[in-house]
């Protein structure tokens, strides 16, 4: 588990080699300050707030396969991801930025990455 990455992720360095070298604009892990705390997002685009999803941590209903040791625990860990997930959009639509959420296995293969982004 401890070397389970927060950023610089295989998904997340992949979307941002494909914005540096088409020259777009952006920030990598933004922080914004809220009432409940502190949001971090993956990249900020102008006004919008891009999270990279990956399949095991957040669930993904294609993919996300529950392990058959202590299933009990990694349920409740990705009901609380999704929760915290939804808030935070929630949170971040009310201040005024755009949530896009791209998922891991959306960034494998995509030739075109400005139809992701």
């Known amino acids: 588990m ?4 927060s950023r610089r992720t295989r998904s997340e360095m992949l979307l941002h ?16 300050l809220s009432v409940g ?4 997002g993956d990249v900020l685009i102008g006004g919008r707030v891009v999270f990279v999803h990956g ?5 993904c209903r294609s993919h996300f ?7 009990e625990f990694w349920a ?8 915290r997930h939804s808030r935070n959009a929630r949170t971040l639509r009310r ?7 791209v998922w891991e296995h ?12």
């Open 65 to 71: 396969r529950c392990p058959k040791t202590n299933s």
């Open 76 to 83: 409740e860990k990705i009901r609380r991801n999704r929760e």
């Open 55 to 59: 399949c095991f941590w957040h669930g």
């Open 2 to 5: 401890s070397r389970i990455r």
């Open 95 to 101: 201040m005024g930025y755009e949530v896009v959420v």
């Open 106 to 117: 959306g960034l494998k293969g995509v030739r075109d990455m400005a139809k992701v982004v």
């Open 37 to 40: 705390g502190i949001i971090e």
């Open 17 to 32: 080699g494909w914005l540096k070298g088409n020259r777009v604009k952006h920030r990598m892990w933004p922080r914004f």
